[in-house]
């Protein structure tokens, strides 16, 4: 069993950048590709991002690319997401997902077994 908290957000002007933190427990994360999704009000949850089990595979939405980065540390069992030029679009809750595929991280929601509670993101106009 994973345990998935995710810290860091919060409210930002647009324009600013704020960085997700999503720490695990119960389990190393290091076999786990891990993604970043996104539900806004009213909206259905969508991807943002992921990122294989070493690093050296990452995907983004196209909404976000240029502009997010994702980000591990195995280490620290945490996975990050630095978010610059935030747009009011971006206001969200936040969650981050453990995939047990370490090669995985694909976009569908259903490939992940375990998902954090989230973290509220939001972007002033």
């Known amino acids: 069993q994973v345990q998935l908290v995710e810290s860091g957000g919060g409210l930002v002007q647009a324009g600013g950048s704020l960085r997700l933190s999503c720490a695990a427990s119960g389990r190393t994360l290091s076999s786990y590709a891990m993604g970043w999704f996104r539900q806004a009000p009213g909206k259905e949850r969508e991807f943002v991002s992921s990122i294989s089990w070493n690093g050296s595979n990452t995907k983004y939405a196209d909404s976000v690319k240029g502009r997010f980065t994702i980000s591990r540390d195995n280490a620290k069992n945490t996975v990050y997401l630095q978010m610059n030029s935030l747009k009011p679009e971006d206001t969200a809750v936040y969650y981050c997902?453990?995939?047990?595929?370490?090669w995985g991280g694909g976009p569908s929601s259903y490939d992940y077994d375990y998902w954090g509670q989230g973290t509220q993101v939001t972007v002033s106009s």
């Open positions: 997902a453990a995939d047990p595929a370490a």
